[in-house]
Nanobody, 122 residues
Framework: QVQLVESGGGLVQPGGSLRLSCVAS????????MGWFRQAPGKEREFVAR????????SSADSVKGRFTISRDNAKNTVALQMNSLKPEDTAVYYC???????????????WGQGTQVTVSS
């Protein structure tokens, strides 16, 4: 069993930056593919970014490409999402999740955190 806890969310102005962190306990994250997802009010949860277990391959959604970067530190059992040039449409609850399959589908992710709220507004 893996427990995931996100932090780092908050209120930021358009154009600003935030860094989200996800800390795992229970088991090491090093054998899992990690992903970040988000869910805005009234919308389905959507893929944001993912990273392989070793950290050598990453991919991100077109909507965040060039602005968001996923990274991981297996020694610290953490995954991060650096978010730059934030836009109001990035407002959502952000979740980290762990999977054993290279996927952007929520159904393939086995473990989920509780989420952290990101609000982009002036």
């Amino acid at each position: 069993q893996v427990q995931l806890v996100e932090s780092g969310g908050g209120l930021v102005q358009p154009g600003g930056s935030l860094r989200l962190s996800c800390v795992a306990s229970g088991r090491t994250l090093s054998s899992y593919i990690m992903g970040w997802f988000r869910q805005a009010p009234g919308k389905e949860r959507e893929f944001v970014a993912r990273i392989t277990s070793s950290g050598d391959v990453i991919s991100s959604a077109d909507s965040v490409k060039g602005r968001f970067t996923i990274s991981r530190d297996n020694a610290k059992n953490t995954v991060a999402l650096q978010m730059n040039s934030l836009k109001p449409e990035d407002t959502a609850v952000y979740y980290c999740a762990a999977a054993v399959k290279w996927s952007i589908s929520t159904t393939d992710y086995r473990y989920w955190g509780q989420g952290t709220q990101v609000t982009v507004s002036s």
